[in-house]
């Protein structure tokens, strides 16, 4: 099923959104529309289903019920075929960042531009690789192993990985999760500056306040797998709804 | 108390998560084999793993082999000499080490060694969502990591196989040359004077069947690895465990097969 694409329809749509696993229901009655060129973020508390949102989005988990337009298209209806096109639009940056730890940093980036750009020749793929890493200020680590690297090197590499293929929608998961708040500060600037550079729609799924404040454009706050509101961070947090205070006033102290 | 009105299993727990589990298996394989014959093909990765799985095996197969050769002859060897029959030593040996040691041997390594090392490494790699991120890139997982390993196992296996029997008729020539100054010559010939085609013809067949089951049951657990570091322990001793277990079943029924047809 496909939508007509135009400057004022999201590039993200959801609509009536369900997911359980078992018994447990994670995600309830989920609507959501992601705007060209903004930066959403889904704020929530560990387990409230955000990661299981963003992995609905790009099609690694099904939803049981409700639809999810990606660019026009209905991600849960696409064949396989289809779904890795609308996939290379797509960048998906992953917690613990998800390199291959059998590749050298060059190897990790060069993966995805040779498996899907056929017939590159060397020179192109040494000057896309180092590019994007200079994008990411890591040209000099071009070929350190994963295990080589720090927590913070590791999720600048991810995200390199998924700008190689010049994405238009980011979708990034707990992008300053386990980071010191020198190294969260380098990825929140990151991630505005691939905003503006690569001109990205992005989903920035976290529960730091401070990296919601300064990436989103922004913020839907989800609580028990529903969203309980939606707008800029002065707009969610000025409501006097008890679990959003609760869940300021934790991450204030914290 | 209320009343239950239905059953949450159809036989049992166990019963129940066993058939799941082999219809499960049995959707991989049929996977394997819906994408193993379309394009795009690997075919840098599958040399990748032949290097892996045949070239970084043969100190292992090269060791094991020559002293099946050397033992197998030695141990033979008193009980042909009671019947003044140590001439057919050669023969014994042949047969036994082409028709079935060879091929069961190397097998045995393989399960251990390259079973456990695909079970580990494609665990690892799903529970680090190493496997989610190439499906995110685009990549399809199963026929960059399954199809490239398990076809490089099955190809590599009867080379091993042949490999390891060569072997060992070295170590068994070593072992009868220095006690009787037999020539190589002499020994082969009268060793592969009893070999018929159907002995190497099943032997190929037999070690791609091996292959395919090592590589097959590697992938399977690796694939379906779960519950961090200790599934990824589970899958690497459930890959040898599992693929050990159903080469010895294989080896019984190739064995019938190829008797049936020797003797029919």
Known sequence: ME??????????????????????????????????????????????????LIKIIIGLLTPDKGSVFVLGKQINKLSGNDLNILRLRIGFSFQNSALYDSMNVRQNLEFPLTMNVPNLNRKTIDKTVEDVLDDVGLKDKINEMPSDLSGGQ?????????????????????????????????????????????????????????????TGNRIAMLLDGCFVKIGTFKEVFDSNEEEIKGFYNYNFIQ | ?????????????????????????????????????????????????????????????????????????????????????????????????????????????????????????????RVTEQIEAMEVSAINPFKFLVVTRVLAATFCLPILSAYCGFVGLIGSYVSVHVL??????????????????????????????????????GCYKGYNASKGTQGVGKAANQAVVLAMFLVFIEEVVIVQMANWIRYY
């Not at chain 1, 590039?11 to 705007?35: A, E, P, R, T, W």
């Not at chain 1, 590499?157 to 708040?181: F, H, N, S, V």
């Not at chain 2, 219809?23 to 032949?50: D, M, T, Y």
């Open chain 2, 180 to 217: 009787e100054s037999t020539s190589i010559v002499s020994f082969f010939t009268n060793g592969f004077s009893m070999i018929s085609f159907l002995d190497i013809n099943a032997s190929v067949i037999k070690s791609m069947v091996f292959g395919f089951t090592i590589g097959m049951v």
């Open chain 1, 3 to 52: 939508m007509q694409l135009n400057q004022t329809e999201p590039v993200i749509s959801i609509k009536g959104l369900y997911k359980s696993f078992g018994d447990n229901d994670i995600l309830k009655d989920i609507n959501l529309d992601v705007f060209n060129g903004e930066n959403l973020v889904v704020l929530g508390r560990s387990g409230a289903g955000k990661s299981v």
């Open chain 1, 154 to 214: 590791r999720k600048r590499i991810g995200i390199a990985r998924t700008l190689i293929l010049k994405p238009e929608i980011m979708l990034y998961d707990e992008p300053t999760a386990g980071l010191d708040p020198i190294t969260s500060q380098e990825i929140i600037t990151l991630i505005n500056n691939v905003q503006k550079q690569y001109n990205t729609s992005s989903i920035i799924i976290t529960h730091d306040l401070t990296c919601a404040k300064e």
């Open chain 2, 1 to 125: 108390m209320p009343l239950q009105l239905h059953k949450p299993y159809l036989i049992s727990k166990t019963i129940d998560h066993y058939f799941a589990d082999v219809s499960k298996a049995g959707f991989f394989v049929l996977r394997f084999f819906k994408e193993a014959f379309v394009p795009k093909f690997h075919l840098r990765e599958i040399i990748n793993q032949c290097f892996e799985i045949g070239v970084k095996s043969l100190p292992l197969i090269t060791l094991t082999g020559f002293i099946i050769g050397i033992v197998f002859t030695k141990q033979s060897r008193p009980s042909l000499s009671e019947f003044g029959a140590t001439s057919w030593l050669p023969s014994l040996v042949s047969i036994a080490i082409l028709r079935t040691l060879a091929a069961l041997v190397t097998a045995l390594i393989c399960a251990g060694k390259v079973g456990s090392s695909i079970g580990a490494e494609l665990g690892s790699m």
